[in-house]
């Protein structure tokens, strides 16, 4: 008889490469804001769960429903209860996503939602991109070893054919917790080798790599970081009109997984 470890391992690859051939069948969506969530909710024709599966007391929402083949659980972390504003970033992202895939067992996560981009990696507003890498960049530990956990980098799952039928740009995703940028964080996000940036995808890789469920990041780009506008004033002025583009790309991919293996994407 195997080791105790050997023998997990064994069976653990065996239950990867058994998932990795059976169709797709349950999606988690996670999106972090209201605006970005609503369209897709509106689209799939989704209903918000009255009985949520969550702890009592957080504003986590929940909407469900069927499409195709497929089983779809879209959740947004809800609004702070004492400010009213979407809970956005990393540690919001992070609780909800873990909690849903708890809840739901999902054979797949898309993190969908809008991020800025830097023209001189070829970002421009509207695009949508793939992401092909995660990491964080302002997780500063300047220790041996403690400064690449910081870092976090780590692969989305290969998604070649998704790419060459939908035509989505691709590149790296970078994630902080803040809206602008400090010298700081863009030293990190140039060694990141950044695209995009947002504020919770590295966050959603973490807890899906945690529990070994792969995930996807569709990002599509309301803000150009190193152009002529404020961020701020840029992200608001674009918000809605992206946000229909990151819709029309979830649609896009959603429709492109139905009655596929992950090994097919």
Not at 74 to 100: E, F, H, N, R
Request: with cysteine.
């Amino acid at each position: 008889m195997a080791p105790h470890g050997e023998g997990s391992d064994a069976a653990e690859e065996a239950m990867v490469a058994q998932v990795e051939k059976h169709p797709i069948s349950s999606i988690l969506i996670v999106i972090a804001m209201q605006t970005e969530a609503l369209p897709v909710v509106n689209k799939f024709q989704l209903t918000e769960n009255p009985h949520s599966p969550f702890p009592k007391g957080v504003p986590w929402v929940h909407y469900h429903g069927t499409y195709k083949d497929l089983t779809l659980n879209l959740v947004w972390p809800g609004k702070d209860s004492a400010l009213g504003v979407d809970s956005v970033g990393t540690i919001s992202a992070s609780l909800v996503t873990y909690a849903a895939i708890q809840a739901f067992q999902p054979d797949l996560i898309i993190n969908a939602g809008t991020a800025g981009g830097f023209k001189a990696k070829g970002a421009g507003i509207g695009d949508v991109f793939l992401a092909s890498h995660v990491a964080f960049h302002d997780r500063r530990i300047p220790i041996p070893v403690f400064d690449l956990y910081g870092v976090g980098s780590r692969q989305a799952i290969s998604t070649p054919n998704l790419l060459k039928e939908l035509h989505l740009k691709t590149g790296k995703l970078s994630t902080g917790d803040s809206l602008d940028m400090s010298p700081h964080d863009e030293a990190s996000i140039t060694a990141n080798d950044a695209t995009v940036k947002d504020m919770e995808g590295a966050a959603v890789a973490y807890v899906s790599d945690l529990l070994k469920v792969p995930a996807i990041f569709v990002k599509a780009v309301t803000d150009i970081v190193d152009g002529e506008k404020p961020t701020a004033e840029e992200f608001l002025q674009n918000l809605a009109s992206v946000t229909a583009a990151l819709d029309q790309a979830v649609t896009q991919v959603i429709n492109f997984i139905s009655g596929k293996c992950l090994t097919e994407l």
